[in-house]
């Protein structure tokens, strides 16, 4: 009976080693992971934040947008040069009605007209740009 008890306390000092030397062994795994998954998180926060950085740009960008381009001062402007030149080009035909002549026609009038036109083709362009803009900031800030 002895003997069975210096073995019985053996062998339980020897279960009891071996559970610590287990408890330690699974600590050391457990702390590895923890370290592991740290820093994949801490690589996944870098790539999330790196991946912000151009949309902030944008952001910052998006500031700076004109959101209301006015022509309104370029077609009054264009609308007073075509009445100008109407104006012009009935005082020389009153003058010749009042003549009774056919007056030559001054060189302005010419250039007048031809500039007209060739502004008329870039309020069109304008107002073509203006509404794709709008169509633009329409689609980025909706």
């Given amino acids: ?15 009891t080693n071996l559970s ?6 699974l600590g050391d795994n457990l702390q590895a992971e923890i370290e592991n998954v740290k820093s994949i998180y801490q690589d996944l926060n870098k790539e999330i934040d790196d991946s912000f950085y151009p949309i902030r ?16 001062k370029f077609i009054s402007a264009l609308q007073n040069l075509e009445e100008a030149y109407n104006i012009e080009t009935d005082k020389l035909r009153q003058a010749e009605n009042d003549l009774g002549i056919t ?7 010419d250039e007048a007209i031809n500039e007209i036109s060739t502004l008329q083709g870039f309020e069109e362009q304008v ?10 900031l329409k689609m980025l800030f909706s």
């Fill in 1 to 15: 009976m002895q003997i069975e008890k210096k073995v019985f306390s053996k062998l339980f000092k020897e279960k």
């Fill in 127 to 136: 107002r073509a740009d203006v509404n794709e803009y709008n169509g633009y």
């Fill in 57 to 72: 740009q944008i952001e910052k960008l998006m500031q700076e947008v004109n959101a209301d381009i006015d022509i309104t």
């Fill in 103 to 109: 007056i030559p026609r001054p060189a302005i009038l």
């Fill in 20 to 25: 610590k030397k287990v408890d330690l062994a």
